[in-house]
Nanobody, 126 residues
Framework: QVQLVESGGGSVQNGGSLKLSCVVSGHTSTSLCVGWFRQAPGEEREGVAAIFTESGTTYTAGDLKGRFTISQDNAKNAVYLQMNRAQFDDSAMYYC???????????????????WGQGTQVTVSS
């Protein structure tokens, strides 16, 4: 019943900006952990950022801080990933994932996520 739908992917020029959206439905949890991940061809899956919806506490991978920002809009049941100053290495398939009934300390890119979206492609021109 739980569904995650990503949108906002596409092509962006080097140095440009893009905002991805993840809408989570089919649940009544007030302590949701939602994470963003990415995987480029020939590369391992990489954790990007996560947010604990009850408090709005965010976590961002160290090498992406300053360029990527995760946020939420509870009224829309949406979690966003703002990508700024995009570079070629950001090109990947981006996935969002969710775990119901998470916790402040448990939420992060190391969380054991239960549900995954189908992904949205991001391509950055060189």
């Amino acid at each position: 019943q739980v569904q995650l739908v990503e949108s906002g992917g596409g092509s962006v020029q080097n140095g440009g900006s893009l905002k991805l959206s993840c809408v989570v439905s089919g649940h009544t949890s007030t302590s949701l952990c939602v994470g963003w991940f990415r995987q480029a061809p020939g590369e391992e899956r990489e954790g990007v950022a996560a947010i604990f919806t009850e408090s709005g506490t965010t976590y961002t991978a160290g090498d992406l801080k300053g360029r990527f920002t995760i946020s939420q809009d509870n009224a829309k049941n949406a979690v966003y990933l703002q990508m700024n100053r995009a570079q070629f290495d950001d090109s990947a398939m981006y996935y969002c994932a969710a775990r119901l009934d998470s916790s402040l300390l448990g939420c992060g890119i190391r969380e054991d996520f239960q549900y995954w979206g189908q992904g949205t492609q991001v391509t950055v021109s060189s």
